[in-house]
T-cell receptor
Framework: DVKVTQSSRYLVKRTGEKVFLECVQD?????MFWYRQDPGLGLRLIYF???????EKGDIPEGYSVSREKKERFSLILESASTNQTSMYLC????????????FGSGTQLSVL | QKEVEQDPGPLSVPEGAIVSLNCTYS??????FMWYRQYSRKGPELLMY????GNKEDGRFTAQVDKSSKYISLFIRDSQPSDSATYLC???????????FGAGTTVTVRA
């Protein structure tokens, strides 16, 4: 069974902390994505990557960075967490030129206090 | 104005009813139209996708796309309590481009 695994289900961090969210996929997918999901706003794309060491900004990249050192792993970094980054974070992956079929992880609910 | 508009509901229906969900969009370049289903405390999963206009049926689910009206629909026939979830529409101009999502509609099917 194909799988996208996010390292934490719930995280509580303090304002100003550096936060790492990890995502691993076992499907040999080229593309990986980080979204945040907020009530009434749907899914908003933060960053995506089409290949190892490649990254592209999504719609809301401010305050975030990413790292993709290996094909199966895509990390989202909050350099200095702020309360407005409290959200559900979802990682997804897809095959090249198959973005209509995204595979999502179960999400990380991050609370920044 | 958002690129994709979707009524967040919530929608509550009795078991066996037909559920009707829809989205409107503004970008005429969209060619791929998807419906994702998201159960509570889970990530979304692809339910159906349609390329360009027309209808697509899969069991109790029917997806419709009307590009002239920039309007897509999802119908669930003979709804079951297991269909209780949030349904998100998504669309993209190309299968190698990012998706634009609606806000999601939360559906509850009452036994």
């Amino acid at each position: 069974d194909v799988k996208v695994t996010q390292s934490s289900r719930y995280l509580v961090k303090r304002t100003g902390e550096k936060v790492f969210l990890e995502c691993v996929q076992d499907m040999d997918h080229e593309n990986m994505f980080w979204y945040r999901q907020d009530p009434g706003l749907g899914l908003r794309l933060i960053y995506f990557s089409y290949d190892v060491k490649m990254k592209e900004k999504g719609d809301i990249p401010e305050g975030y960075s990413v790292s993709r050192e290996k094909k199966e792993r895509f990390s989202l970094i909050l350099e200095s967490a702020s309360t407005n980054q409290t959200s559900m974070y979802l990682c997804a992956s897809s095959l090249a030129r198959k973005n209509e079929k995204l595979f999502f992880g179960s999400g990380t609910q991050l609370s920044v206090l | 104005q958002k690129e994709v508009e979707q009524d967040p509901g919530p929608l509550s229906v009795p078991e066996g009813a037909i559920v009707s969900l829809n989205c409107t969009y503004s970008n005429s370049a969209f060619q791929y139209f998807m419906w994702y289903r998201q159960y509570s405390r889970k990530g979304p999963e692809l339910l159906m996708y349609t390329y360009s206009s027309g209808n697509k049926e899969d069991g109790r689910f029917t997806a419709q796309v009307d590009k002239s009206s920039k309007y897509i629909s999802l119908f669930i026939r003979d709804s079951q309590p297991s269909d209780s979830a949030t349904y998100l529409c998504a669309m993209t101009p190309s299968n190698d481009y990012k998706l634009s999502f609606g806000a999601g509609t939360t559906v509850t099917v009452r036994a």
